[in-house]
């Protein structure tokens, strides 16, 4: 089976430093990667995804994250973090095939943002 | 133009009782989901339906039901509430793209489900 594991539980960030959300996934076969962010009181909204092509996957709101194959990692990033990126971050692996498929999360990681 | 809408927001019910989650999505996608997050924020898919064809059954109680009348909708029956229901209840769905199924899911903002 799939999974993904986030090692932190939340991270804390200095407004204007570069900052980073962990992911280490587990999977048989090909992985593909997702982040996705979630405001308090609202939906999960799609950041970026890894599908295949180049290691460095640019998404929305200026976050990219970096698939790295040999330590099974897909790094959340931002070279300047805003105190409005406060959030809960998850990362996920999608498992299945064709429209058989399902996305399995890790457990979140909460970022704080201070001015 | 709300994509994924739900209703209602939030749903304060005691045990025992039948309560209904309604999803729609405009998006014009062939897939639906539904996931749990409980307390902890850990988020679980419960089901999936494409073209109206349930396509995942995880390990539900039977209690919940799923049912899809058409492609844009899918919405969810709870039987005999219990305590341990309480949760956020968000629908999801997607288009199969080139048929990978690696298109991205768009979420709905979420049911807060609180059982007394």
């Known amino acids: 089976a799939q999974s993904v594991a986030q090692p932190e539980d939340q991270v804390n960030v200095a407004e204007g430093n570069p900052l980073t959300v962990k992911c280490t996934y587990s999977v048989s076969g090909n992985p593909y990667l997702f982040w996705y962010v979630q405001y308090p009181n609202r939906g999960l909204q799609f950041l970026l995804k890894y599908i295949t092509g180049d290691n460095l996957v640019k998404g929305s709101y200026g976050f990219e994250a970096e698939f790295n194959k040999s330590q099974t990692s897909f790094h959340l990033k931002k070279p300047s973090a805003l105190v409005s990126d406060s959030a809960l971050y998850f990362c996920?692996?999608?498992?299945?095939?064709?429209?058989?498929?399902?996305?399995?999360f890790g457990a979140g990681t909460r970022l704080a943002v201070h001015p | 133009d709300t994509a994924v809408s739900q209703t209602p927001k939030y749903l304060v019910t005691q045990m025992g009782n039948d309560k209904s989650i309604k999803c729609e999505q405009n998006?014009?996608?062939?897939?639906m989901y539904w996931y749990k997050q409980d307390s902890k924020k850990f988020l679980k898919i419960m089901f999936s339906y494409n073209n109206k064809e349930l396509i995942i059954n995880e390990t539900v109680p039977n209690r919940f039901s799923p049912k899809s009348p058409d492609k844009a909708h899918l919405n969810l029956h709870i039987n005999s509430l219990e305590l341990g229901d309480s949760a956020v209840y968000f629908c999801a769905s997607s288009s199969r793209g080139t048929g990978l199924g690696l298109n991205e899911q768009f979420f709905g903002p979420g049911t807060r489900l609180t059982v007394l």
């Open positions: 998006l014009g996608h062939d897939t």
């Open positions: 996920a692996v999608r498992e299945g095939s064709g429209g058989y498929n399902k996305l399995i």
